[in-house]
């Protein structure tokens, strides 16, 4: 059974009833009009991407402040900053690689450099994100504040040219999660740990690695879809895949075993939960491998059911262990 032309659906000799494509539940807006904009501007700020600052929320977890509301209500509203200058900064990357992605086989779809928003439109869309996500940061610390505007200038240097260094181009990534998890903490008024702080960022230099040695393998222009491959080598990158991945566990194992943390949460059990981060790393790495067509392994892993189950039962064995099923 194939369906004819326009939907339209064909009935084969012997067949009972014809049969017809399902109707969409959200039919796909007409090019050129209003929605088709509104839906590639909302793509552009990629909110499904905006998982990363749940990091954000880090310190509130571990610092067992899960059941304050005044503290949650202030992590949601830093949450929320941090969200909204994401959004600029995907804009911002997207307006400046707008060439670039036009060869690329998978990013050429992406809402500014197809056309579906026109340059200008986004400049205006990043300009007011920025604003908005500035005049949120001012109600809170001005410690947080100041990370959020060194969070942003951090991301403004990377899209207008350190992006094209190999190497700085992932310390910087790393740098934007660190900075996430210090935001979390003033916003807060949260004690950060060095061990949270060191694991965050040897995780991100991971996950960084991670992406540019699939850019590399899957690349048929590798310049030209992005600059800084062109001074990576799958070699150096396989080394630096495994000694972060190896140093991510180690320190995360660590954490768990540290005097002080075993007697703030009152429980030597915290170590067990090191599969959880095992398994994440081995299976980040096999979806580098195995998915060379994909756009990128960090969105893959948002797509792949083994690993967010991971992730949602090492949460869950988290907030048992450091709860104990009550408040501090």
């Known amino acids: 059974m194939t369906p004819a032309p326009g939907g339209a659906a064909l009935e084969l000799p012997g067949a009972s009833a014809p049969l017809s494509e399902p109707t969409p539940l959200i039919p796909p807006s007409k090019q050129g009009s209003v929605f088709w904009r509104i839906r590639g501007m909302i793509r552009t700020v990629r909110p499904s991407q905006w998982v990363k600052n749940l990091f954000v929320l880090a310190p509130v977890v571990f610092a067992k402040h899960l059941t304050h509301p005044s503290i949650i209500k202030s992590a949601i509203g830093?949450?929320?900053?941090?969200?909204?200058?994401?959004?600029?900064?995907?804009?911002?990357?997207?307006?400046?690689?707008a060439k670039a992605d036009r060869v690329h086989p998978v990013k050429r779809f992406r809402?500014?450099?197809?056309?579906?928003?026109?340059?200008?439109?986004?400049?205006?869309?990043?300009?007011?994100?920025v604003v908005t996500a500035l005049g949120g940061a001012l109600l809170g610390p001005w410690k947080f504040l100041v990370?959020?505007?060194?969070?942003?200038?951090?991301?403004?240097?990377y899209s207008f040219g350190l992006k094209k260094i190999a190497y700085v181009d992932v310390g910087l990534i790393a740098l934007g999660?660190?900075?996430?998890?210090?935001?979390?903490?003033f916003a807060t008024n949260t004690p950060i740990s060095g061990f949270m702080v060191g694991c965050t960022a040897l995780l991100a230099l991971f996950l960084?690695?991670?992406?540019?040695?699939?850019?590399?393998?899957?690349?048929?222009?590798?310049?030209?879809?992005?600059?800084?491959?062109?001074?990576?080598?799958?070699?150096?990158?396989?080394?630096?895949?495994?000694?972060?991945?190896?140093?991510?566990?180690g320190t995360y194992l660590a954490y768990t075993?540290?005097?002080?943390?075993?007697?703030?949460?009152?429980?030597?059990?915290?170590?067990?939960?090191?599969?959880?981060?095992?398994?994440?790393?081995?299976?980040?790495?096999?979806?580098?491998?195995?998915?060379p067509k994909a756009e990128s392994p960090t969105q893959e892993i948002l797509r792949d059911v083994p690993?967010?189950?991971?992730?949602?039962?090492?949460?869950?064995?988290?907030?048992f262990i450091v709860y104990r099923l009550r408040p501090s």
């Open 208 to 249: 960084g690695f991670g992406k540019r040695r699939h850019e590399l393998a899957s690349a048929t222009n590798a310049g030209k879809q992005r600059a800084a491959l062109e001074a990576y080598s799958p070699r150096a990158l396989t080394f630096a895949l495994a000694a972060t991945g190896i140093a991510t566990i």
């Open 257 to 291: 075993l540290d005097h002080d943390t075993q007697r703030f949460f009152e429980n030597p059990w915290l170590w067990a939960t090191t599969i959880h981060p095992l398994f994440g790393v081995v299976r980040f790495l096999q979806l580098v491998v195995s998915r």
């Open 78 to 97: 830093a949450f929320g900053v941090f969200c909204l200058l994401a959004g600029a900064v995907y804009t911002m990357n997207d307006i400046v690689d």
């Open 307 to 319: 690993f967010m189950m991971n992730i949602m039962i090492w949460v869950a064995e988290v907030v």
């Open 147 to 157: 990370v959020a505007v060194a969070y942003f200038a951090q991301n403004v240097a």
């Open 111 to 129: 809402p500014i450099a197809s056309g579906q928003v026109p340059v200008e439109l986004a400049k205006i869309m990043a300009i007011a994100l």
């Open 177 to 185: 999660f660190v900075l996430r998890v210090l935001a979390g903490g």
